[in-house]
């Protein structure tokens, strides 16, 4: 793995607006006290991701982990920040080029079966982007689409079928051929296994895995779930209501989690201890993200929350060798 | 969340999606009647000119000595029975019909094929690109659908005139907005799914993504408007005949004919309106018998 | 503790377009006053129908069609839906995994919850809004006066599963099928959820069946597990037991295939192949063609025998007790 990172997202923000409509700028004008809702999804998140890594990417909902991995895949455009792959801004490319970045980034969705589209027999599925943009002469995409389905463990034949004949697992299989079929270099991972059952689950990871040796590949793996993400990633963001909270080697973060948010997270993972388990569960509910608390976002269910908290936000900062982490209590022991 | 067993692959796998609907069509017995009848329908009304008994708008076949002859009278002239009895001019009734059929069912065929292109398009752009685009074209759609379809055709052809043409681009016009909203509808349904997504993660055209990806989806919500449209096309051609300013009377179809017939209606000679109104009703049934069906087995909710 | 349900050998099949699927098939278990069983499976193995079963809530084309389900004595299946009614939601309840299958969306909370008080006892709207409070609180839903003006859209995911367990504990149920009621939510919800329903059961005393695909949720929960494959249990005993020796391969699967961040980075141990159709069903042992231990005397289905103290297996080659899993 090389120091030289594959893609850099800097400061980058998604704010969703939605915009008054007729009868409300109407109210508005006649005095009422109506704003346009502005929700931050994604709030000045820095990250550089590293060529041949897995970034982890855990939060839980309203967290802008989703937000983030569909704006690094391209499907949807920063409001401010910028995204960089191999140090190209992705935003200001043109044409040919731009259209080669966005194949070398790619996505694989959570859900095996919205992801593929019902009409289309998986030859065409996998074989259609290949096939226009000339990565395979047409008389190849055939032999091409057999090598992709044997790639990720499906068998050649069934090139010819339709989503519906495959089951959970087999259909996610599908989704990576898809992506991998046009030679990228990076995949985001967008709880790419959170509908699968365990069984599959496991049976999927582990074809993750081979295929990062294989093709070299660099993963943003985003999920909610701590335990998968901590087995396969080399470092983890842990993200809460739109913010970076930490970030840091995947088993030192596990081990050390600083972040108090984190900590939680950990206590949560799946084990299987045997006798009842106590739950040490953090108190509250996720805050709305239209309605974020001031101040620490993670302040009104941090067990150690103090003033200072309560307003001012706590910058992102080195806590210990390649460890950064967002929070006011690491000021006081220093 | 559901009782059901989630439904593995099968084990004998029906190919595609396509030949699941057309099995699960082909159980109601009503709706494949509607099928077979609308199909002799338009095979009659398409091989017309082979299986009439005569032209009926060739003046020389014609017997004035004919004229209004009840159903199952012979011919003066010829031998010829006139099964449907014949209208003033002595023409043949059932080759009148046979005539009718085919010129409605033709402008009305004709006009669904252009609304439903162009309502695609427009439908499956709105709901692709979003935005100011979607909001200025659902409001053009609202606007036309806010007037009754007879008044803009009226409106249309009284500054236009008739004519065979004129009358299939005043159903296009009437039509197309059915057709945009109803793409529309559905393609922003199928717009959120991940399978679009994808395809924009591959970097393919936005014209081949609306319709290679997102129109093939929309399609069955299509079909089942297009056999409601159909019928409504076929009545309001007749209606616009009946009031005179739909197809020129060398054209006559199921309109006209009834309209021809209906001075006489009240005189006892109601054959001559009687039967192409039959033959109207056989038609709209049974495109309205075969569009329920398919609402049926279209809908996704409907399915197990 | 004194027996509450008795299920002998539930049979429920879907009459579908495509053949009959056994859903469940042959399943038998009891359940003791207070007792927290988990039921595990993955998806199509009829752990959902299972329950559904039990409440009589299984849709057409579905039906129950052989084998008691003893509640308390009485037989549901031969008492059906007029004994059923009596009991649903006055001494079996059941929680969901979208909370909004309890609620309706356009009425309050408080009309919901006092229609449901007063649906079984006969008290006033003055006393079953109290009782609606007192549920609410025992849920962990604090100011709950103000809550219950509220609708359901209103809350988040977990506060709508707060209310729905809260509306099935307003009878103090004897009996409570939970379907997958956290899956959907977010961790640290889910860990607030359990621990509380842990609570509540062991302070009132009412049984819970906990239907879930995870096995590490109903491992820290549940007094017994009962894992299902294909419409079968195939394997049973005390939750910490199964865990820690799980006697059938596919229980070891599932356990192992569950990353645990003891071995970070290293392959996971997987189960090869997927469920098989329930409508295409291998003959013999369901599991085998999966199954690293298969040989000849799969192609005979194995019976659910027993295998230890409070344990059964259904396997002609389970794991031995010396086997036991690496627990690092």
């Given at each position: 793995?090389?120091?030289?990172?594959?893609?850099?997202?800097?400061?980058?923000?998604?704010?969703?607006?939605?915009?008054?409509?007729?009868?409300?700028?109407?109210?508005?004008?006649?005095?009422?006290?109506?704003?346009?809702?502005?929700?931050?999804?994604?709030?000045?998140?820095?990250?550089?991701?590293?060529?041949?890594?897995?970034?982890?990417?855990?939060?839980?909902?309203?967290?802008?982990?989703?937000?983030?991995?569909?704006?690094?895949?391209?499907?949807?455009?920063?409001?401010?920040?910028?995204?960089?792959?191999?140090?190209?801004?992705?935003?200001?490319?043109?044409?040919?080029?731009?259209?080669?970045?966005?194949?070398?980034?790619?996505?694989?969705?959570?859900?095996?079966?919205?992801?593929?589209?019902?009409?289309?027999?998986?030859?065409?599925?996998?074989?259609?982007?290949?096939?226009?943009?000339?990565?395979?002469?047409?008389?190849?995409?055939?032999?091409?689409?057999?090598?992709?389905?044997?790639?990720?463990?499906?068998?050649?034949?069934?090139?010819?079928?339709?989503?519906?004949?495959?089951?959970?697992?087999?259909?996610?299989?599908?989704?990576?051929?898809?992506?991998?079929?046009?030679?990228?270099?990076?995949?985001?991972?967008?709880?790419?296994?959170?509908?699968?059952?365990?069984?599959?689950?496991?049976?999927?990871?582990?074809?993750?895995?081979?295929?990062?040796?294989?093709?070299?590949?660099?993963?943003?793996?985003?999920?909610?779930?701590?335990?998968?993400?901590?087995?396969?990633?080399?470092?983890?963001?842990?993200?809460?209501l739109g913010r970076l909270v930490e970030l840091g080697a995947a088993e030192?973060?596990?081990?050390?989690?600083?972040?108090?948010?984190?900590?939680?997270?950990?206590?949560?993972?799946?084990?299987?201890?045997?006798?009842?388990?106590?739950?040490?569960?953090?108190?509250?509910?996720?805050?709305?993200?239209?309605?974020?608390?001031?101040?620490?976002?993670?302040?009104?269910?941090?067990?150690?929350?103090?003033?200072?908290?309560?307003?001012?936000?706590?910058?992102?900062?080195?806590?210990?060798?390649?460890?950064?982490?967002?929070?006011?209590?690491?000021?006081?022991?220093? | 969340?559901?009782?059901?067993?989630?439904?593995?692959?099968?084990?004998?796998?029906?190919?595609?999606?396509?030949?699941?609907?057309?099995?699960?069509?082909?159980?109601?017995?009503?709706?494949?009647?509607?099928?077979?009848?609308?199909?002799?329908?338009?095979?009659?009304?398409?091989?017309?000119?082979?299986?009439?008994?005569?032209?009926?708008?060739?003046?020389?076949?014609?017997?004035?000595?004919?004229?209004?002859?009840?159903?199952?009278?012979?011919?003066?002239?010829?031998?010829?029975?006139?099964?449907?009895?014949?209208?003033?001019?002595?023409?043949?009734?059932?080759?009148?019909?046979?005539?009718?059929?085919?010129?409605?069912?033709?402008?009305?065929?004709?006009?669904?094929?252009?609304?439903?292109?162009?309502?695609?398009?427009?439908?499956?752009?709105?709901?692709?690109?979003?935005?100011?685009?979607?909001?200025?074209?659902?409001?053009?759609?609202?606007?036309?659908?806010?007037?009754?379809?007879?008044?803009?055709?009226?409106?249309?052809?009284?500054?236009?005139?008739?004519?065979?043409?004129?009358?299939?681009?005043?159903?296009?016009?009437?039509?197309?907005?059915?057709?945009?909203?109803?793409?529309?509808?559905?393609?922003?349904?199928?717009?959120?799914?991940?399978?679009?997504?994808?395809?924009?993660?591959?970097?393919?055209?936005?014209?081949?993504?609306?319709?290679?990806?997102?129109?093939?989806?929309?399609?069955?919500?299509?079909?089942?408007?297009?056999?409601?449209?159909?019928?409504?096309?076929?009545?309001?051609?007749?209606?616009?005949?009946?009031?005179?300013?739909?197809?020129?009377?060398?054209?006559?179809?199921?309109?006209?004919?009834?309209?021809?017939?209906?001075?006489?209606?009240?005189?006892?000679?109601?054959?001559?309106?009687?039967?192409?109104?039959?033959?109207?009703?056989?038609?709209?049934?049974?495109?309205?018998?075969?569009?329920?069906?398919?609402?049926?087995?279209?809908?996704?909710?409907?399915?197990? | 503790?004194?027996?509450?349900?008795?299920?002998?050998?539930?049979?429920?099949?879907?009459?579908?377009?495509?053949?009959?699927?056994?859903?469940?098939?042959?399943?038998?278990?009891?359940?003791?006053?207070?007792?927290?069983?988990?039921?595990?499976?993955?998806?199509?193995?009829?752990?959902?129908?299972?329950?559904?079963?039990?409440?009589?809530?299984?849709?057409?084309?579905?039906?129950?069609?052989?084998?008691?389900?003893?509640?308390?004595?009485?037989?549901?299946?031969?008492?059906?839906?007029?004994?059923?009614?009596?009991?649903?939601?006055?001494?079996?309840?059941?929680?969901?995994?979208?909370?909004?299958?309890?609620?309706?969306?356009?009425?309050?909370?408080?009309?919901?919850?006092?229609?449901?008080?007063?649906?079984?006892?006969?008290?006033?709207?003055?006393?079953?809004?109290?009782?609606?409070?007192?549920?609410?609180?025992?849920?962990?839903?604090?100011?709950?006066?103000?809550?219950?003006?509220?609708?359901?859209?209103?809350?988040?995911?977990?506060?709508?599963?707060?209310?729905?367990?809260?509306?099935?504990?307003?009878?103090?149920?004897?009996?409570?099928?939970?379907?997958?009621?956290?899956?959907?939510?977010?961790?640290?919800?889910?860990?607030?959820?359990?621990?509380?329903?842990?609570?509540?059961?062991?302070?009132?005393?009412?049984?819970?069946?906990?239907?879930?695909?995870?096995?590490?949720?109903?491992?820290?929960l549940a007094d017994r597990l009962a894992v299902m494959y294909a419409g079968?249990?195939?394997?049973?005993?005390?939750?910490?037991?199964?865990?820690?020796?799980?006697?059938?391969?596919?229980?070891?699967?599932?356990?192992?295939?569950?990353?645990?961040?003891?071995?970070?980075?290293?392959?996971?141990?997987?189960?090869?192949?997927?469920?098989?159709?329930?409508?295409?069903?291998?003959?013999?042992?369901?599991?085998?063609?999966?199954?690293?231990?298969?040989?000849?005397?799969?192609?005979?289905?194995?019976?659910?025998?027993?295998?230890?103290?409070?344990?059964?297996?259904?396997?002609?080659?389970?794991?031995?007790?010396?086997?036991?899993?690496?627990?690092?």
């Amino acid at each position: 793995m090389s120091q030289e990172p594959i893609l850099t997202i800097e400061n980058v923000s998604k704010r969703f607006t939605k915009d008054l409509d007729l009868a409300e700028r109407a109210a508005r004008k006649l005095g009422a006290r109506i704003a346009p809702m502005t929700v931050h999804a994604v709030d000045d998140v820095s990250l550089s991701i590293r060529r041949g890594e897995v970034l982890g990417l855990v939060g839980e909902s309203g967290c802008g982990k989703s937000t983030l991995g569909r704006m690094v895949a391209g499907l949807s455009a920063p409001s401010s920040g910028r995204i960089l792959h191999e140090g190209r801004d992705t935003a200001k490319l043109k044409g040919a080029e731009a259209r080669d970045v966005a194949l070398k980034v790619q996505m694989v969705f959570q859900d095996p079966m919205s992801s593929l589209n019902p009409r289309m027999r998986v030859r065409d599925i996998i074989g259609e982007a290949p096939q226009v943009h000339g990565l395979v002469p047409r008389a190849e995409v055939d032999a091409y689409v057999e090598r992709m389905l044997a790639q990720v463990g499906l068998d050649p034949a069934t090139a010819r079928r339709y989503p519906h004949q495959f089951s959970g697992g087999q259909r996610a299989r599908v989704g990576i051929a898809r992506a991998l079929a046009v030679r990228p270099d990076f995949i985001v991972c967008d709880e790419s296994v959170a509908a699968l059952d365990v069984s599959i689950q496991a049976q999927v990871l582990n074809l993750f895995a081979e295929l990062r040796e294989e093709f070299g590949l660099t993963y943003l793996f985003v999920s909610h779930d701590l335990g998968v993400v901590e087995h396969i990633s080399d470092r983890i963001a842990v993200m809460y209501l739109g913010r970076l909270v930490e970030l840091g080697a995947a088993e030192d973060l596990i081990a050390r989690p600083n972040h108090p948010y984190t900590r939680a997270l950990v206590a949560e993972i799946p084990s299987f201890e045997t006798g009842k388990k106590t739950y040490h569960a953090i108190k509250g509910e996720i805050p709305s993200p239209m309605n974020p608390p001031r101040g620490c976002h993670f302040h009104p269910r941090c067990p150690h929350a103090h003033d200072r908290c309560r307003i001012e936000v706590p910058r992102l900062r080195d806590v210990a060798a390649g460890r950064l982490s967002a929070c006011h209590l690491n000021d006081r022991a220093a | 969340m559901t009782t059901h067993p989630a439904a593995p692959p099968r084990a004998a796998p029906v190919d595609s999606p396509t030949r699941r609907i057309i099995a699960q069509f082909m159980e109601d017995r009503v709706a494949v009647l509607g099928l077979i009848l609308f199909i002799c329908i338009a095979i009659l009304a398409l091989m017309a000119p082979w299986i009439a008994p005569q032209n009926p708008y060739d003046l020389s076949q014609l017997n004035i000595m004919d004229g209004a002859l009840p159903p199952g009278e012979v011919s003066f002239g010829t031998d010829m029975t006139y099964m449907l009895g014949t209208d003033q001019q002595g023409r043949d009734m059932l080759s009148a019909i046979l005539y009718g059929l085919r010129i409605s069912l033709m402008v009305a065929g004709v006009s669904l094929l252009l609304a439903i292109t162009v309502g695609t398009i427009v439908g499956v752009t709105a709901a692709y690109f979003g935005g100011r685009l979607d909001s200025f074209i659902m409001r053009v759609v609202d606007l036309q659908l806010s007037f009754p379809a007879i008044l803009i055709a009226l409106i249309l052809l009284a500054l236009l005139g008739r004519g065979v043409d004129k009358v299939i681009l005043a159903l296009v016009i009437v039509q197309w907005a059915y057709y945009a909203r109803t793409v529309r509808s559905s393609a922003i349904v199928e717009r959120r799914k991940d399978y679009v997504d994808a395809a924009r993660c591959l970097a393919l055209p936005h014209r081949r993504i609306m319709f290679r990806h997102l129109l093939p989806n929309c399609v069955p919500p299509l079909i089942v408007v297009a056999t409601v449209q159909i019928a409504q096309a076929i009545a309001l051609e007749a209606t616009l005949s009946f009031l005179g300013v739909g197809v020129p009377i060398t054209e006559p179809s199921l309109g006209l004919l009834i309209a021809n017939g209906y001075d006489y209606l009240l005189s006892g000679r109601y054959w001559i309106s009687l039967f192409p109104g039959i033959a109207l009703v056989l038609t709209i049934i049974a495109i309205n018998v075969v569009g329920d069906r398919l609402r049926d087995v279209l809908n996704p909710r409907l399915q197990k | 503790m004194s027996q509450l349900l008795d299920v002998r050998d539930l049979q429920t099949q879907f009459f579908t377009r495509d053949g009959v699927a056994t859903a469940v098939d042959g399943v038998s278990f009891t359940l003791n006053r207070g007792e927290i069983l988990g039921l595990v499976g993955e998806s199509g193995s009829g752990k959902s129908v299972t329950g559904f079963s039990i409440l009589g809530l299984v849709d057409p084309p579905g039906r129950v069609t052989g084998g008691q389900i003893l509640f308390d004595g009485d037989d549901l299946v031969r008492g059906g839906e007029p004994l059923l009614r009596g009991l649903r939601g006055k001494r079996i309840a059941m929680i969901f995994q979208d909370p909004m299958m309890t609620l309706n969306p356009v009425l309050r909370i408080d009309t919901q919850m006092i229609e449901t008080v007063q649906a079984h006892a006969p008290v006033s709207r003055a006393e079953a809004r109290a009782r609606a409070e007192e549920a609410l609180v025992r849920v962990g839903i604090s100011s709950p006066a103000e809550r219950l003006k509220s609708y359901p859209h209103q809350f988040s995911g977990g506060m709508r599963q707060r209310v729905a367990i809260a509306i099935a504990l307003l009878h103090k149920p004897d009996l409570i099928i939970a379907d997958e009621p956290t899956t959907a939510l977010d961790v640290t919800i889910q860990a607030q959820i359990l621990s509380e329903v842990q609570a509540l059961c062991s302070q009132s005393g009412t049984a819970l069946i906990w239907i879930t695909h995870d096995l590490a949720v109903v491992s820290g929960l549940a007094d017994r597990l009962a894992v299902m494959y294909a419409g079968r249990i195939i394997e049973e005993g005390p939750t910490a037991e199964v865990i820690a020796r799980p006697r059938h391969p596919y229980t070891r699967g599932l356990i192992d295939s569950v990353p645990q961040g003891k071995r970070h980075g290293a392959r996971l141990a997987q189960i090869p192949g997927m469920t098989p159709s329930l409508l295409n069903l291998p003959e013999g042992c369901k599991f085998a063609p999966r199954c690293p231990r298969a040989d000849a005397a799969c192609a005979v289905e194995p019976r659910l025998d027993p295998s230890g103290p409070g344990r059964a297996v259904r396997c002609h080659h389970p794991h031995g007790d010396s086997e036991t899993r690496v627990l690092s």
